[in-house]
């Protein structure tokens, strides 16, 4: 793993765990030797990312930014795939379906290859890999988020409210019981609510580590969508539209 990556993985964590994390945690998780880690916890301590305290605790700063999708790609693959596979088996022929900028909606896009279907996102990386694999698609327009390659704004609004779709298959940054499903960017945020909004059905693909993790803006109430995950969790045993995979 190249520094880059695997220092954004480390961000990933401390974000996902939500606490402070310890070397030790954070060596056995990467795989990675003491020097190595301490290397990559000099840079982004540099940069202002994380704060390292005595004994041996890590921690994030309150100005970290959001990790970019090349990054997200290499998080939880395994699960993405899974849930990916088992949310693009939901879509029937004749669907018009829009994907959202997320890295597991982008896994979806190798399952509908040669199906008679439409597809509309606001995602670059995923209107080219619809593009390459000639799927009828629409692209969203708007100004572009560098850090998610996604087109957001008020033209992205506009545009979302002229279509209406099938089915909407959206990520997102966390869920849990009490704080429903939420998001780090309220322009992001507002993307996802119109496509819930113009859809028949929506669908959210959210592997188990986003689980009682809780960003800044609340997306939709956990029973709205149907939710595909990959662990089952007790405290939410009771919610019928959780899928698990």
Do not use: W
Request: aromatic fraction near 6%; charged fraction near 20%; hydrophobic fraction near 40%.
């Amino acid at each position: 793993m190249i520094p880059a990556i695997r220092q954004q993985t480390i961000i990933h964590m401390l974000k996902e765990a939500n606490t402070i994390l310890y070397l030790e945690d954070l060596q056995a998780a990467l795989g990675i030797s003491t020097s190595t880690l301490r290397r990559d916890l000099r840079e982004l301590e540099t940069k202002g990312q994380v704060n390292q305290l005595h004994g041996g605790g890590v921690k994030l700063t309150q100005n970290t930014p959001e990790l970019n999708i090349t990054a997200k790609l290499l998080l939880n693959k395994a699960a993405k795939e899974k849930l990916a596979a088992a949310a693009a088996s939901a879509i029937e022929d004749g669907d018009a379906v829009f994907l959202d900028p997320s890295s597991t909606t982008l896994e979806m896009i190798p399952h509908l290859v040669g199906r008679p279907i439409t597809v509309i996102t606001n995602g670059i990386f995923h209107i080219n890999q619809l593009v390459s694999n000639h799927i009828p698609s629409i692209m969203v327009g708007g100004n572009i988020k560098i850090a998610t390659n996604s087109c957001i704004g008020p033209v992205a609004e506009s545009d979302m409210r002229n279509y209406h779709f099938n089915k909407c298959f959206l990520g997102a940054n966390g869920f849990s019981r009490t704080s429903g499903i939420t998001n780090h960017d309220i322009n992001e945020c507002l993307i996802k609510q119109l496509a819930i909004q113009n859809s028949s059905k929506s669908f959210f693909l959210l592997d188990s580590s986003k689980y009682n993790v809780v960003t800044m803006i609340k997306v939709v109430d956990l029973n709205v969508p149907t939710v595909f995950t990959d662990k089952a969790f007790p405290d939410l045993i009771d919610y019928n539209n959780i899928v698990i995979v």
